[in-house]
């Protein structure tokens, strides 16, 4: 399923519509004339991996059907600062409408992709998988999250119904561990698996007591999640987390641990540099 026929996204998009054009691009009204044909290239100002396309188009064609997408590097492939990404020709008031809303979540969501492909090949070689975590930009999820795969990376939750993930604030809640596991394992279907944030051997030891499918390393040095790893054995999935964004993630991977969750994926990204420029035809 595309990106663009999940509802929440096509209602984004008219929002932000909504929220740039106001009541109208004035500039462009009183400027351009209304039958006026464009031609623009987008053109990478840095290198990256894109990400973006069906969002480009879809703005595109909410304003005006009939303008046209040619795209020179496909979704998900490297290009070089300099590269010629696409080409849009159409109603140049519809262009220079739709022209910012759609360049804003092409950069931003490229550079997610390109942020976690720089991860992933941090990696290679072990047997860990970069994931993201619900550390989004909110009503952004499902294209920040549809970056990260598009960058090689794996989703973590979607949200807080796809599966029971026990924190701190939980089990200080819930009284331990074992209270929480119990209790969601009473709750929630066989089918839904139950993770647990952990800080220390005792409380990964009672976790895998307590029937945990997945045990989150909280923060442990390097050291600590090698030991916590053959503490584990295979009896559950191993997430490392906790500032992943500023740790060695090879050193890290090399643990042996099963999953890196990279909040910064998605939190502390900077747009990449891209830009449509016109000529005239």
């Known amino acids: 399923m595309k990106i663009t026929s999940v509802p929440a996204v096509d209602a984004l998009l008219r929002t932000a519509l909504t929220e740039d054009a106001g009541n109208g691009d004035i500039t462009t009204e009183s400027t351009v004339p209304a039958t006026a044909t464009a031609y623009g290239r987008y053109i990478a100002k840095e290198d990256g991996v894109i990400c973006g396309w069906d969002i480009v188009r879809a ?8 303008i046209e997408l040619k795209i020179n590097v496909p979704e998900g492939e ?8 696409a080409e849009v020709t159409g109603n140049a008031h519809c262009v220079l409408t739709g022209e910012r809303v759609g360049l804003n979540l092409l950069q931003h969501m490229s550079s997610i992709a390109t942020m976690t492909n720089e991860a992933v090949k941090k990696v290679e070689g072990t047997n860990a998988k970069i994931v993201d975590t619900r550390k989004t930009t909110p009503g952004l999820r499902y294209l920040e ?22 924190k701190d604030n939980h089990i200080v809640a819930a009284g331990s561990i074992t209270n929480a596991v119990s209790a969601a394992k009473k709750r ?5 698996k139950i993770e647990v944030e952990v800080e220390d051997f005792d409380m990964l030891r ?32 191993t997430e490392a987390s906790g500032n992943m964004g500023e740790r060695d993630l090879h050193e ?3 643990t042996g641990v099963d999953l890196i969750s990279i909040g910064a994926l998605t939190h502390s990204v900077k747009a990449l540099d891209i830009s449509l420029k016109f000529k005239l035809v």
Do not use: Q, W
């Open 59 to 66: 703005v595109f064609d909410l304003l005006d059907p009939t």
């Open 78 to 85: 490297h290009f070089k600062k300099g590269d010629i990404l």
């Open 252 to 254: 890290v991977a090399s």
């Open 206 to 237: 009672e976790a895998l007591d307590a029937g945990a499918d997945i045990i989150m390393l909280d923060n442990m040095s390097c050291e600590d999640m090698a030991k916590a790893v053959k503490i584990v054995n295979g009896k559950a999935i």
């Open 145 to 166: 999250k549809y970056a990260v795969r598009c960058g090689g990376g794996t989703n973590h939750r979607f949200n807080l119904s796809d599966g029971v993930l026990i």
């Open 188 to 192: 929630v279907p066989h089918t839904v």
